[in-house]
């Protein structure tokens, strides 16, 4: 479909041409407008975080996909500029897109610190397995 409508003249360029229109969400339902993004490609819900999977490469609305983009994690690039990874529920592909200046910071935090909340092994066991590893499972006071 995106394809079709790319190849008649229906659909913009968004790799070079800014994106100037507004969406629903589709997993919460909050309108999403261009403004307040501090860029001029607006991509994910500022509220939930999520998208949805429109591209191959970014800005080409090329992927038949259609599956919602959830956010799984964030990352820090070289420049100190946070990004997402969302990951497709449908075809579990994977992208990173930066965050906008709206994005909501607590939905953000929760994202980053996933990781340190639920560890992939069991927290009360951390003493037992510092000391396994050579260290004596105390903090120095």
């Not at 592909?93 to 939905?107: F, G």
Request: glycine residues 8%.
């Amino acid at each position: 479909m995106n394809r079709i409508n790319r190849r008649n003249g229906n659909q913009p360029d968004y790799r070079n041409d800014p994106c100037t229109e507004s969406f629903t969400c589709k997993v919460c339902g909050r309108l999403v407008v261009p403004e307040g993004a501090s860029s001029d490609h607006r991509n994910h819900c500022p509220n939930c975080l999520c998208s949805l999977h429109v591209d191959i490469e970014p800005g080409d609305r090329e992927s038949d996909c259609g599956g919602v983009m959830e956010p799984i994690a964030a990352w820090v690039r070289n420049n100190g500029e946070w990004a997402l990874i969302h990951r497709c529920r449908r075809c579990g592909d994977l992208s990173s897109n930066r965050i906008a200046a709206d994005d909501n910071p607590m939905k953000l935090m929760s994202i980053a610190m996933r990781p340190l909340t639920n560890p992939p092994f069991p927290i009360e066991r951390i003493e037992e397995m510092t000391r396994m590893m050579g260290g004596d499972g105390t903090l120095p006071e």
